[in-house]
């Protein structure tokens, strides 16, 4: 399929999402979300694609938030239709089989920030920049910061982020859990590939149902959480998956996982 502000490119299973809008620093517009939610339904329907990147082009920005030159002209009513299109899009990421990885190449501010929140793993390069500077326009965070940064980072440093603006660097980011490795610009997609490749490798039907046991237990809390995982874990035990796996380790060799 072909976009106006997106591109796409499979390659050994893991496919790279790239929003671009140079322009406006990728900022994501409704025409982008819809754009993205688009490619996110086609990675998902595509059975080369096992594990699925998402980054930005050019060399300053992975997402610089939500467009605001578009936002300035919404009344209330079309606020919450534009948070609940953004809402609805990044909880498509986080509830899909197939795990995401951000590769956060520069800003990801407001709306960036908030689609990194929602991939699995998030790895950055040393020039990224993380912050929710809503406030500074007088508005606040409307595609899941709200949620998702304190169940992340925890509560404070949600409230302190959300509250103060403040843009951070990589390393606070890391240092705040924000992100899970920093890597030098220039090795950044060779990183993110090499996590995709490794991730790529696994069982299919196990990887999708270890997201959904993390995804669904902070929501729910533990107790319940605990229920699902034990579910999740003997249906694990009706695939070939599971044979194979086992089997290999037996064995004494690799496995070979088919996503059955
Ligand atoms: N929405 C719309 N346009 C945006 C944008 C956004 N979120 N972020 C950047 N742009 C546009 C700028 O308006 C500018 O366009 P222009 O060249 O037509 O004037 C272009 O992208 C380049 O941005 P610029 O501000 O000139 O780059 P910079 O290096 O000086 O600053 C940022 C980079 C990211 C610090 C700055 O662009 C910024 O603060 N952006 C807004 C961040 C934000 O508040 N995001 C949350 C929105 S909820």
Redesign the pocket.
């Known amino acids: 399929m072909s976009y106006l502000n997106i591109t796409t490119q499979v390659s050994d299973g893991v496919r790279v999402i790239t929003l671009s809008r140079p322009?406006?620093?990728n900022?994501l517009n409704a025409e982008t979300l819809k754009e993205l939610r688009q490619a996110i339904e086609e990675a998902v329907a595509d059975v080369q694609t096992k594990v699925i990147i998402i980054t930005g082009a050019g060399e300053?920005?992975f997402v610089?938030?939500?467009?605001?030159?578009e936002m300035s002209k919404l009344s209330a009513l079309e606020g919450r239709e534009f948070a609940l299109l953004g809402q609805g899009i990044f909880s498509l990421i986080e509830s899909i089989a197939k795990p995401v990885i951000a590769a956060v190449n520069g800003?990801a501010?407001?709306?960036g920030s908030e689609l990194a929140l929602s991939c699995d793993i998030r790895i950055a390069a040393e020039n990224a920049k993380f912050g929710q500077?809503?406030v500074?326009?007088g508005?606040m965070p409307g595609f899941g910061a709200t949620q998702r940064l304190p169940r992340i980072v925890g509560k404070g440093m949600a409230n302190f982020l959300i509250m103060t603006g403040e843009i951070i660097d990589a390393q606070a980011a890391l240092r705040v859990g924000l992100v899970e490795e920093v890597v030098p610009k220039e090795k950044l997609m060779e990183r993110a590939r090499e996590v995709a490749a490794i991730i790529a490798k696994k069982a299919p039907i196990a990887l999708g149902l270890s997201k959904r046991a993390v995804n669904i237990g902070l929501d729910v809390g533990p107790a319940s959480g605990m229920a699902y995982e034990a579910e999740a874990f003997a249906t694990t035990f009706s695939t070939s998956d599971q044979d194979e796996g086992m089997n290999a380790f037996l064995e004494k060799r690799s496995a070979s996982f088919k996503g059955e």
Request: neutral net charge.
């Open positions: 322009k406006a620093l900022a300053k920005a610089a938030g939500a467009d605001i030159a800003y501010l407001g709306g500077p809503e500074n326009l508005i």
